[in-house]
C-alpha cells in the first residue's frame, strides 16, 4: 500500500537530488524550539524545492513557515 501511495503521488513532485539531511534524537522528555534551518543550497531556494520533513517515533506538533 505504501508503495502503489509513493507510485500514485511521485509525479507531483520535481525531481530532486537532496543536499543535505539532519537528524535529531530526543528523550521522551526533549523538544526543539522555534528555530529557522538556513543550510538549504542558494539552487534549492532558487528551484523552489520542497521541504521534506520525515519524523519517526512519538507524535509531535510541526510548524512550517508563517504558522
Do not use: R
Not at 2 to 20: R, V, W
Not at 49 to 67: N, R, V, Y
Request: overall charge negative; some cysteine.
Amino acid at each position: 500500500m505504501i508503495a502503489q501511495t509513493a507510485n500514485s503521488t511521485a509525479s507531483e513532485f520535481p525531481q530532486i537530488n537532496p543536499d543535505i539531511c539532519i537528524v535529531n534524537y530526543y528523550t521522551n522528555s526533549g523538544k526543539l524550539g522555534l528555530h529557522q534551518d538556513k543550510d538549504e543550497s542558494e539552487s534549492s531556494l532558487t528551484k523552489g524545492l520542497p521541504f521534506i520533513s520525515i519524523s519517526i517515533g512519538d507524535t509531535a506538533e510541526f510548524l512550517f513557515g508563517d504558522t
